[in-house]
Nanobody
Framework: QVQLVESGGGLVQAGGSLRLSCAASESSFSINTMGWYRQAPGKQRELVATVTSGGSTNYADSVKGRFTISRDSAKNTVYLQMNSLKPEDTAVYYC???????????????WGQGTQVTVSS
């Protein structure tokens, strides 16, 4: 089992910045890809950004150039620096990790509880 603990959400004015953090606690798993997804009211959950264990990143077109994902593999922690925030970035942001069981090699997806980001105009 992998536990994901998120922090850093809140209320910010348009043009402002926020930094999200997500720490993964695990005992029998190797953490592979880590990332952030978001879900706005009435919409489906969507990808924001991911980073692999090798450091390769992927971003949604809507956040490219504004958001930066980074990772501290030693701490199993992923960060999302969000700059130039827009009202349309308002959503619940969920941390995600894909982890491999060290004994069975089975791969699982785990999700955090979500953190609210609200951008006022």
């Amino acid at each position: 089992q992998v536990q994901l603990v998120e922090s850093g959400g809140g209320l910010v004015q348009a043009g402002g910045s926020l930094r999200l953090s997500c720490a993964a606690s695990e005992s029998s798993f190797s953490i592979n890809t880590m990332g952030w997804y978001r879900q706005a009211p009435g919409k489906q959950r969507e990808l924001v950004a991911t980073v692999t264990s090798g450091g390769s990143t992927n971003y949604a077109d809507s956040v490219k150039g504004r958001f930066t994902i980074s990772r501290d593999s030693a701490k199993n922690t992923v960060y999302l620096q969000m700059n130039s925030l827009k009202p349309e970035d308002t959503a619940v942001y969920y941390c995600n990790t894909r982890a491999r069981n060290k004994l069975t090699y089975a791969v699982y997806d785990y999700w955090g509880q979500g953190t609210q980001v609200t951008v006022s105009s």
